[in-house]
Structures are given as C-alpha cells and as structure tokens.
C-alpha cells in the first residue's frame, strides 16, 4: 500500500497530502521554499475577496473533512442570552432590541496566562519548592517582569507549591494585586483517554476522585475563562498560578477540544500558557507550555 493510497483510506484527499508532503519536505528550520511562500501568498490575497460562489457552504462540513461546530455560548456569554428575555419581549421596535443586545456585547480582550507552579518536594508532606524551584519562580518573574505588560491581577492556588510560586515571582514584578482560591487546587479532571496507570477511572478511589474535582475543576474553568464583561473597557491581562492538570483540562474546555484529552501532553515547571479570549468569544492559543526562560539544565517538569 502506498502512502497516499493510506491517506485516502483514512479521509485526506490525495492532493492535500501532495501539497503538504511537498511543504515539510521542502522546509528548512522553519521557513519554507519560496514557491510554497508565493502560495501561501496567493490565497491570503483572494481571502478577502471571496465570494458565496467562490466558498463552500461554511455550515456543511467539506467532502472528507468531518467538523465538529465551534460552539459560540459555550462559556453562556452570548449578548442575546444576557439580556433578560421581559426586557427582548418589551422592546417596541428592531433597534430598540439591537440596542439592549449591544449594551451587552464585550468589547475588550482577556489576555488569560496560566502558570505552572515550580519545582517541588514531591515526598514532603509541606510540598513546599525545592531550591532550584525558587529559582525557576525567579527567573519567570523576571520574564513576565521584562516583558513590558501591565498585569492586573494574579489568581494563585491555595496549595503550597503554587503559592510560594506567586510569592516568589512577585518580588521580581511591579505590584499586582492577588486574589487566593482553593478551586484553582490540583486534582483529577476527567478520565482520560486512552487511560493511564496513574489516573484509571477504573479504580474506586480515582473514580470518585473524577466525580468530586472534576465538578471542581469545571467550576473553576467557567470562573475563570470566558469573555470580557461588557463593562470592562480595556484589554486585561490576568495571570493564574496552579497547577498542570488543571491548566491542561483548561486548554481542552476553552478550545473546545475533548476533555479526555487532557493528559496526553505534558507542561514544566513555571511553564506559561497564554490564552486570548476575544469579545466574540473566540479563543487563541498564543503559547502552551512555554519555558523559554529556564535555561536546558533548570528545566523540570516534576
């Protein structure tokens, strides 16, 4: 069997396995040819000159590319839903009626980066950080520090590992105010797939462990991520110090990817996970995981 006859038994049409094979084949350290740069090129001219003749219906899935729907309310922000349905019912006319949804409509970006906490003693009862932890908070507070953004806030853990982090990091940062919340805790979100000897939902403890945080962990999700009050005027930018199965569960829910999925990637200590929530409710991943602060020999992911 060929590869590309494989590519048609699993749903990826022949040409686009071509165009994509040509690409990595012809990419050097990150930067392709230039006959697949004029390409790229190309199509993002005639992007904004696209007519409905031009482009499949959007809400139908394309021949052998099966979607699942990006779910607008999925953090129950949408502006229609938060005016109360008596006041939609009393309007007298269509602009009075835009003009209550608008009132309700987001205009400012939350800039949501989520931090991993630092190195720390496994078997302690304290779990308090070890040395090179507190250097590992250190330097990332130096980094954030240096990186010429106004924070507004910063949410910590109530846990010890994620506390001394914060504290740590803030001595390196201008002021910045600090809020502490036990649902930020570490715990087990979901069961994961395919499962794991460490969390198998399988077994009774973990099991209700799933039950008890997950319900949890979800809650501190819908706390914490989701679009801009339609008061806030200005870009935010927020920082929230926990832990890695939380922020890995929260990167699924706020993409919008499967819950399950949540342990199959990893993140280090002092690790950054920047996420964009839009006034659309949009969300982006600018970075996961990002160490770029700790030299290779103080990189951990314990």
């Known amino acids: 069997m060929t590869i ?4 048609a038994k699993i749903g990826i049409p022949v040409a686009a396995a071509i165009l994509t094979g040509s690409a990595l084949g012809n990419k050097r350290r990150g930067i392709l040819t230039a006959s697949a740069a004029t390409v790229d090129s190309e199509y993002s001219q005639k992007d904004s000159f696209l007519t409905a003749e031009d482009l499949p219906d959007v809400e139908k899935p394309y021949n052998g590319f099966p979607r699942n729907k990006w779910d607008n309310n999925w953090d129950n922000r949408d502006p229609v839903g938060m005016v109360h349905y008596e006041h939609l019912k009393a309007a007298k006319s269509e602009e009075e009626r835009k003009t209550l949804i608008k009132k309700k409509k987001p205009v400012a970006v939350r800039n949501i980066f989520l931090v ?3 190195q720390y003693h496994i078997d302690s009862k304290k779990k308090d950080l070890t040395p090179l932890g507190r250097e590992q908070a250190a330097l990332l507070g130096k980094r954030l520090a240096a990186s010429g953004k106004k924070f507004d806030i910063l949410y910590m853990s109530t846990m010890a590992r994620a506390t001394e982090t ?7 940062m201008d002021p910045v105010q600090t809020c502490s919340d036990s649902l930020l805790e ?16 399988a077994q009774h403890v973990i099991s209700l462990n799933f039950f008890a945080e ?6 501190a999700f819908r706390k914490y991520i989701h679009r801009a009050d339609p008061k806030q005027e200005k870009d935010s930018y927020e920082i929230i110090v926990c832990h890695g199965n939380v922020i890995r569960y929260f990167i699924c829910r706020a993409l919008q990817f499967p819950p399950e999925g949540w342990l199959r990637f990893s993140l280090g200590n002092t690790s950054i996970t920047w996420l964009i929530v839009k006034p659309s ?9 990002d160490i770029g602060h700790l030299p290779e020999n103080k990189t951990t992911f314990t």
């Open 186 to 201: 570490e715990g087990a979100p979901y069961p994961p797939e395919p499962p794991s000897r460490t969390w198998h939902p």
């Open 214 to 219: 997950g319900s949890r962990i979800e809650a």
């Open 4 to 7: 590309f006859s494989r590519f």
């Open 116 to 118: 991993r906490h630092a």
């Open 281 to 289: 409710g949009r969300v982006i991943v600018r970075t996961i995981g």
């Open 166 to 172: 914060a504290q740590i990091m803030l001595t390196e």
